[in-house]
C-alpha cells in the first residue's frame, strides 16, 4: 500500500519568498512520486514527477522536488513565491502506471 | 502534449435523475482510465479503475450500481451516476494512462438539488 502525508494544509509566503511544502510518502515498493497543482474551479495540472534516476526533479513555473529515500521525503520548492502561485497544491504516490493516492492537499497563499 | 477531456464541465440535475460523464483521451489511446472525486476542501479520492473491454474495479466503499462506469472504446470511459442525491454533488475528474504518465481531465462539477 501506498500513501503520502502533506506537513502542513494552509502555507503562507511573501512574495519573492521560498516556497516549502512538504510531502512524506510510504510505500512498499520504489514509489513513483508526483506533485500536482490545482486553480480554483479547475482540474489538476502536473508540476513534476519523480519515477528513477535523478532524484532532483525539475517542473514546470520554477518549481522542483527532490526525493530522499533515506527520509522518505518529496517536498516540493521554488525559490521566488510569485501571487500566480497561489492554489492547491497535492502531492501524490503510485506503483507504477496505477491510480494515484493523494495527499489532503496544501493550499498556498501568497501575500504581497 | 497529452489532453484528456470531460465533458459536460458541469451539470445540475434534480435529486432522482441519472447523469453521465464523458472522459476522453484525445490524442493517444488509453487502456486504463481512473475516476476521482473530490468534496469541496477535501482531496481526490479514487472511486474506480476502468479498463477497456472488461468490467470496472471499484474501490471500497463505491457503489458499483450507483456509480456506473463503461470503457467501451480506448479513447473514451464514461461515469454515470444513477439516481442522484444531493450527497453525491461533487468534483467528479477522470484520468487516463498514456506513455506511462497519468494525464487528468478538467473535472466535472456536479450540482444535484
Known amino acids: 500500500a501506498q500513501s503520502v502525508t502533506q506537513l502542513g494544509s494552509h502555507v503562507s509566503v511573501s512574495e519573492g519568498a521560498l516556497v516549502l511544502l512538504r510531502c512524506n510518502y510510504s510505500s512498499s515498493v520504489p514509489p513513483y512520486l508526483f506533485w500536482y497543482v490545482q486553480y480554483p474551479n479547475q482540474g489538476l495540472q502536473l508540476l513534476l514527477k519523480y519515477t528513477t534516476g535523478a532524484t532532483l526533479v525539475k517542473g514546470i513555473n520554477g518549481f522542483e522536488a527532490e526525493f530522499k529515500k533515506s527520509e522518505t521525503s518529496f517536498h516540493l520548492t521554488k525559490p521566488s513565491a510569485h501571487m500566480s502561485d497561489a492554489a492547491e497544491y497535492f502531492c501524490?504516490?503510485?506503483?507504477?502506471?496505477?491510480?494515484?493516492?493523494f495527499g489532503k492537499g496544501t493550499s498556498l497563499l501568497v501575500t504581497p | 502534449g497529452a489532453v484528456v477531456s470531460q465533458h459536460p464541465s458541469w451539470v445540475i440535475c434534480k435529486s432522482g435523475t441519472s447523469v453521465k460523464i464523458e472522459c476522453r483521451s484525445l490524442d493517444f489511446q488509453a487502456t486504463t482510465m481512473f475516476w476521482y472525486r473530490q468534496f469541496p476542501k477535501q482531496s481526490l479520492m479514487l472511486m474506480a479503475t476502468?479498463?477497456?473491454?472488461?468490467?470496472?474495479?471499484?474501490e471500497q466503499g463505491v457503489e458499483k450500481d450507483k456509480f456506473l462506469i463503461n470503457h467501451a472504446s480506448l479513447t473514451l470511459s464514461t461515469l454515470t451516476v444513477t439516481s442522484a442525491h444531493p450527497e453525491d454533488s461533487s468534483f467528479y475528474i477522470c484520468s487516463a494512462t498514456g506513455r506511462e504518465t497519468q494525464y487528468f481531465g478538467p473535472g466535472t462539477r456536479l450540482l444535484v438539488l
Open positions: 476502468s479498463n477497456e473491454g472488461s468490467k470496472a474495479t471499484y
Open positions: 501524490a504516490v503510485s506503483g507504477s502506471a496505477d491510480a494515484l493516492n
